[in-house]
């Protein structure tokens, strides 16, 4: 009988459950990029010559882990021009400002870019035809702010990033790549 009047005290006594913090999150983004044109320097050894500026649109995803107010994780995306294309596998850190409805953060990334453009090729006596060549596979560095909005503790909220990126450059071309991005979309905690 003991244990049970124990027992019977202890529940009694304990308080209610407090909300469990997130320790995840996935976004999905719409992007729209510009990537200016490369310069065409005095040792450029692209026999294609350098890309020209261009307009890009895609989508963006990541899976980040949460501790505390950063987020941490992978990261990858898809961009589409008329004559460009980028794409992306990296990592993804992001560190939350400020705890209500609107909460800004810093970004930053890291990852492999892959630039391919569109190209003509020419060999006679096959007519001409339009292909996608590899521009440059660099690492690059990206950096950025956003704003969340919705409910600090809720598990959706909209999103928006704006992100510089920049490659390194690479022995055999002159001209490192950038690019701007604009991100919208929204986030899923659990």
């Not at 320790?23 to 040792?43: K, M």
């Not at 794409?87 to 892959?114: D, I, K, N």
């Amino acid at each position: 009988m003991k244990p049970v009047a124990i027992l019977l005290v202890a529940s009694c006594a304990a308080g209610p459950l407090a909300a469990q913090s997130f320790t995840g999150e996935f976004r999905l983004l719409g992007v729209g990029a510009y990537a200016p044109a490369v310069s065409a320097g005095a040792g450029n050894q692209d026999p294609m010559g350098p890309p020209r500026s261009s307009a890009m649109a895609g989508v963006m995803g990541d899976l980040s882990f949460i501790a505390g107010r950063i987020r941490l994780g992978p990261e990858g995306f898809v961009l589409r021009g008329p004559d460009r294309r980028v794409w992306s596998l990296g990592g993804v850190a992001r560190y939350q400002l400020g705890g209500s409805e609107v909460r800004p953060f810093v970004v930053a990334g890291a990852g492999a870019y892959w630039w391919d453009r569109e190209i003509f090729i020419d060999v006679p006596p096959t007519p001409a035809f339009a292909s996608w060549g590899s521009d440059v596979n660099s690492l690059s560095l990206s950096g950025g702010a956003g704003l969340s909005l919705g409910t600090p503790g809720g598990r959706v909220a909209g999103t928006s990033e704006l992100r510089f990126h920049r490659t390194f450059k690479q022995p055999e071309f002159t001209g490192a790549r950038t690019m701007v991005t604009l991100a919208l979309g929204a986030r899923i905690a659990w």
